[in-house]
């Protein structure tokens, strides 16, 4: 009789720093390997899932409790400099794409090849 791998079976670890998730069943390889963090915190399935396998809900990220815990955190806003300078570049951009639009038609119109239409 075949006995079919559930994925909820499986246990998980999440290591200290956050950022890796280590399956028990590879635990030996991973320790064959030196690659076995010895802090690593046992989760269930349902956890893995949410954090690992899950996009992150709106306006959240991933971050760890004070106990190792995975958890969604608010994505702090963005300091004022930051924004300052995401603006400026949105506006080079625009700027920039105005430009390529303009520069022909003037050209047109300096070379007296523009229409009418075109001018007005």
Request: charged share 30%.
């Amino acid at each position: 009789m075949e006995t079919s791998y559930r994925f909820e079976d499986q246990i998980y670890f999440t290591c200290k720093d956050g950022l890796g998730w280590l399956a028990e069943s590879l635990k030996d390889e991973y320790i064959k390997n030196n690659n076995w963090d010895s802090t690593a915190k046992p989760i269930p399935y349902s956890v893995y899932h949410e954090f690992a396998l899950s996009e992150a809900p709106l306006g959240k990220m991933f971050n760890e409790s004070e106990d190792g815990d995975p958890i969604w955190v608010d994505i702090p806003p963005r300091p004022n400099n930051k924004l300052i300078a995401d603006a400026e570049n949105e506006k080079r951009v625009l700027m920039q794409d105005a430009t390529d639009v303009i520069i022909p038609l003037q050209d047109a119109v300096d070379l007296e090849m523009a229409t009418e239409d075109e001018i007005t």
